[in-house]
């Protein structure tokens, strides 16, 4: 294999899960050519890496960022149709859904690769796991293979690499971004696209206030349009000047990420970049079963496994109940303090989880 098509067309959490794929073939094929076809918002974190050698961009009609009007299928129909000319060894997607499936079958029928996900695999509750014979090389994951991440690295392997397919992420100089830890600096991401995935401000506020008054500062993160609403909602937090808010575009948050100690977040984009920088996470679930998409050694915070309605999906039955979205309201700002106060660095690294902390706690590995 000389030259490879990396399909990148969904969210941005796939984005960062999909660049240990290119990890793993780069470091074990190094004369490998790898191209990457995925939306302009993620641009940036294939241009910076020194493995790519080119970036096209479309948009597509999938994942949470649309913007796919007649003009858009038209850019993606040419996209395709000038890929299709390059003669690609492989072409390559992670999610297997029909969609991904599909444009990988026009580019190249014969050397389409994706993943083909077994009967009752819980990822299927989320893609339109249709079309299964589009990819002429499936690789077959498995239902008791749940980690999105070992599904990428059983891809990999597939292709012929040999390394571990773990993520990196780097700057225009097209250097590896590495950690550079300040003690006592915590990240707090506290964005996510869907309501049911969102733990209540008034939560955020109170971690906050718990997480100063044990001596830490606090960066909080957020996309720049919602610094406004950001500014005012965390405002009390911003007064003690022991909290600064982040809003800015991919590659300053990278770096910024890089110097948090911890990073505390929903199950979201963020806690993606922090594995890829190495830096250790806590995510506060609700609706989800977190063992599928959060990445390797992440402490998971959850309170939804004896609601009935659990796991959803992301598909709540509980908004017009006396207690819409429990699974993660439920967990409190204490319970999140307690869980940093008794994992040090390393444990969380690794996703040990210490005796004091309560059965609510799931570590992953």
């Known amino acids: 294999m000389k030259n490879l098509l990396v399909l990148d067309c969904r969210n941005f959490g796939d984005s960062v899960i999909g660049l240990g794929l290119i990890e793993a073939l780069s470091k074990s094929i190094p004369e490998l050519r790898i191209d990457v076809l995925t939306r302009p918002q993620f641009a940036v974190m294939r241009r910076n890496h020194p493995s790519i050698r080119r970036v096209e961009c479309a948009s597509f009609p999938m994942g949470t960022v649309k913007n796919f009007g007649v003009s858009a299928a038209l850019h993606l129909a040419a996209t395709i149709a000038r890929l299709k000319m390059e003669s690609y060894d492989a072409v390559v997607n992670i999610v297997g859904d029909f969609r991904e499936n599909f444009i990988g079958f ?47 690295s059983e891809i990999a392997r597939s292709l012929g690499a040999t390394a571990q397919a773990v993520p990196r992420l780097y700057n225009e100089k097209k250097e590896p971004i590495n950690k550079r830890q300040i003690p006592g600096l915590v990240g707090m991401h506290m964005s996510a696209t869907q309501k049911c995935r969102l733990w209540p401000i008034e939560n955020w506020l109170e971690l906050g206030r718990l997480l100063i008054a044990d001596g830490n500062t606090l960066r909080l993160y957020c996309s720049p349009s919602e610094r406004g609403a950001f500014s005012q909602a965390y405002e009390p937090l911003l007064r003690t000047k022991r909290a600064e808010l982040i809003a800015g575009p991919l590659e ?6 890089a110097e948090c100690s911890l990073l505390v977040a929903h199950d979201s984009f963020a806690m993606h970049v922090a594995y890829a920088l190495d830096v250790p996470r806590i995510v506060i679930n609700g609706p989800n079963i977190m063992p599928v998409w959060a990445p390797p050694g992440t402490v998971v915070l959850q309170r939804g496994e004896s609601l009935p309605c659990y796991p ?25 303090r307690e869980t940093i106060k008794h994992l040090s660095i390393q444990q969380v690294r690794k996703g040990e989880v210490t005796n004091a902390l309560t059965a609510n706690i799931s570590s992953l590995s």
């Open 106 to 152: 026009l580019i190249d029928s014969r050397r389409n690769w994706g993943p083909v996900w077994e009967k009752g695999h819980p990822i299927l509750n989320g893609i339109r796991g249709v079309g299964n014979g589009l990819p002429a090389h499936p690789v077959v994951i498995g239902s008791e293979k749940l980690s999105v991440y070992g599904a990428v």
């Open 252 to 257: 300053p948050f990278f770096e910024s990420l």
């Open 312 to 336: 959803c999906f992301n598909r709540p039955s509980c908004e017009a109940g006396p207690e819409p979205y429990a699974c993660i309201r439920k967990v409190d700002a204490e319970m999140v």
